[in-house]
């Protein structure tokens, strides 16, 4: 019995598929054909979802070279560097790729990663000593343009992060993150100095 | 502005330094590399290191196809104008922009770098352009601009930008994200203040 089967690899695919549907029918709302199906796999926002399944199915069935070698051309072809080794749950949907998405961990179903976002190891005391701990992400996470997770902490259940956090400490479950950088109207602005 | 002239043999070098010190890295964060496998951030130091060569014997227009050529392929914008000294690590290529001089063991993570600011003038690194000291890490999204000068061992942390000079031995630290917490009957009722 291996850890990832085939038909696990084809509902993940779909979750992504149907996760990708699902967004591109606020802007395009006509009817869905098969024509406009198979022309949404070649967006390369399904490309990136399909190459790292692809590596994560090749990782599992110890065929490591080929993995490396799939994540490589997923990073060449459309900028999303997600490692074989990393868990990712179905309906993953990364709407710009190309902006330099990272992804190294453990996260659950209808992942979102914006522009830019990035969940890696390391560098967790900002220190620059580099450690191998990973974070580990829940369901229904959405993470927005350049937010960062980084090092051993763990993500809750339906987080909202907004543009630009910098996330290196544990997050409880509904919780919905502002940046630092963002400030009302009626409070003063300080000068960022 | 004077030309220190390097030979091919020396900045060859150089990159084998890079090299090393990047697999080094990525094994700590368990990245998987083969030995087959380029490294993702090898290219882009690679091909600045042969840029810089041709900028230095003066061979202008080769030095321009090969900064766009890098531009092209990896995503990293690295301006052959810029002097950086062994030990150079990219480690995420995609929108790193280096245009500024820099000491031995520069370190970008990704998503940022050197840059000019408004004003143009020169402390020894070009028009408006910084000056780094040995061993310096710029974390992911971490951008210094202008021309500023940074001192030996600065770690400048994720999502920070400086616009200041820094003495030796600091750090720059983010702010913490603003957390507020959904409740699942007031979540849609009222809006987020």
Redesign the interface.
């Known amino acids: 019995m291996s850890p990832y089967s085939i038909t696990q690899l084809n509902d993940d695919i779909k979750a992504d598929l149907a996760a990708y549907q699902a967004f591109a029918a606020h802007y395009s709302p006509s009817r869905r054909s098969w024509l406009k199906t198979a022309s949404s796999l070649l967006m390369p926002s399904l490309i990136a979802c399909i190459f790292y399944r692809l590596s994560h199915f090749l990782y599992c069935h110890r065929l ?2 080929l ?3 799939a ?2 051309i997923n ?2 072809f459309t ?1 999303v ?1 997600i ?3 990393s868990l990712i749950g179905g309906g993953l949907y990364i709407p710009h790729p ?3 998405i ?1 992804f ?1 961990g453990i996260a659950g179903e209808s992942l979102r990663l914006y522009a ?1 976002a ?1 969940v ?4 967790t005391p ?3 000593a ?3 701990n990973t974070p580990t992400i829940g369901h229904r996470v959405s993470l927005g343009a ?1 937010t ?1 997770v ?1 090092g051993n902490v763990t993500v809750g259940n ?1 987080v ?3 543009f ?4 290196s ?1 544990d ?2 479950n ?8 963002v400030r ?1 109207q009626k409070e003063p602005i300080v000068s960022v ?1 | 502005m004077k030309h220190q002239s390097i030979n091919f043999k020396e900045s060859m070098r150089r990159f084998s330094i890079d090299r090393r010190r990047l697999l080094v ?1 990525m094994r ?7 030995p ?2 380029w490294p ?1 951030g090898l290219t882009p130091v690679f091909l600045y290191r042969l840029s810089r060569f041709c900028y230095e014997r003066q061979w202008g227009i080769a030095a321009r196809l090969i900064w766009q050529f890098n531009l092209f ?1 990896t ?1 990293a914008d690295i301006s052959p104008i810029s002097d950086i000294g062994e030990g150079f690590v990219i480690i ?1 290529p ?2 790193v922009t280096v245009a500024g001089s820099a000491g031995q063991n520069f ?1 970008v ?3 940022g770098g050197l840059g000019g600011g408004i004003s143009l003038e020169d402390i020894g690194a070009g028009p408006g352009l910084p000056l780094l000291g040995d061993n310096i ?1 710029l ?3 971490a951008m210094v601009l202008g021309a500023v000068t940074l001192g030996d061992n600065v ?1 400048v ?3 920070c930008t400086v616009t ?1 000079c820094l003495p030796a031995n600091t ?1 720059t ?12 009957t007031t979540a849609t009722s009222t809006p ?2």
């Open positions: 490591k070279p993995a490396v070698l994540a490589r990073q060449s900028g560097s490692t074989p080794a190309g902006t330099g990272v190294q830019g990035a890696y190891a390391g560098l900002l220190t620059g580099d450690t191998a350049k960062q980084i339906d909202t992060a907004g630009n956090c910098i996330i400490t997050v409880p509904n919780s919905k993150l502002i940046s630092a950088h009302n100095d | 890295i700590n964060r368990q990245l998987l590399t083969g087959l496998i993702p392929v995503g995420h995609v929108s370190t993570e990704g998503l890490t974390h992911r999204g770690v942390g994720p999502g200041q750090q630290r983010p702010q913490k994200f603003r957390s507020r917490l959904l409740q699942e987020v203040k």
